[in-house]
């Protein structure tokens, strides 16, 4: 069965500063792997989403994913983050039958 | 064009009672699936219709649960009776077709508290 792990519960970072949050995905089939993010009392929001093709994805807001497949991860970089980047984000990947497999979400703190 | 939306953003019940959770889709879109999040854990899948009708509900936890889509417009998802662990947040996503490429848009959820 897949699965997805995310290993920071929760990042503090400061303004500015670049940051990663880390996704690891374990599946025997092909990926579709997707990041999700969730505002304050807002619903989720797709961010970015890898189906094929150039490895480094871009998505919304400024951020950017990379799929390495040998090492079965799929992380989220921000050069330089916001206040308003201050969220839960969700890594998930996309199993055989449609369905959405989450990981547990990252809660990212933006410190000014 | 509205998003998905949800109905009611929140609810507190008494062990023991029904409650029934109200999901609006994007109009058009023929698939919806509901999720569910506990306490601070990951968000898992509960079931998906196409239409009116049950394409996957192997995520349902229990028959406590029913959920029904009929006319496969809105959908309602009726927790009886309700138990303590039942309290999480319940969202709703929807659909154009099914397809990898093919984005899932989410409500913005009904967080469920079962005291």
């Known amino acids: 069965a897949q699965s997805v792990t995310q290993l920071d519960s929760q990042v503090p970072v400061f303004e500015e500063a670049p940051v990663e949050l880390r996704c690891n995905y374990s599946?025997?089939?092909?990926?579709?792997l997707f990041w999700y993010v969730q505002y304050p009392n807002q619903g989720l929001q797709l961010l970015l989403k890898?189906?094929?093709?150039?490895?480094l994805v871009k998505g919304i807001n400024g951020f950017e994913a990379e799929f390495n497949k040998s090492q079965t991860s799929f992380h989220l970089r921000k050069p330089s983050v916001h206040i308003s980047d201050t969220a839960e984000y969700f890594c998930?990947?996309?199993?055989?039958?449609?369905?959405?497999?989450f990981g547990s979400g990252t809660r990212l703190l933006v410190r000014p | 064009e509205a998003g998905v939306t949800q109905f009611p953003s929140h609810s507190v019940i008494e062990k023991g009672q029904t409650v029934t959770l109200r999901c609006d889709p994007i109009s058009g879109h023929d698939n919806l699936y509901w999720y569910r999040r506990v306490m601070g854990k990951e968000i898992k899948f509960l079931l998906h219709?196409?239409?009116?009708?049950?394409?996957?509900e192997s995520g349902m936890p229990n028959n406590r649960f029913l959920a029904e889509r009929t006319g496969g417009t809105y959908s309602t998802l009726k927790v009886q009776p309700a138990e303590l662990e039942d309290s999480g947040v319940y969202f709703c996503a929807s659909s154009l077709i099914v397809h990898s490429w093919n984005e899932q848009f989410f409500g913005p959820g009904t967080r469920l508290t079962v005291l």
């Open positions: 219709f196409v239409k009116e009708s049950k394409q996957d």
């Open positions: 599946s025997s089939v092909s990926v579709y």
């Open positions: 998930a990947v996309l199993d055989s039958s449609y369905k959405l497999i």
């Open positions: 890898y189906l094929s093709g150039s490895t």
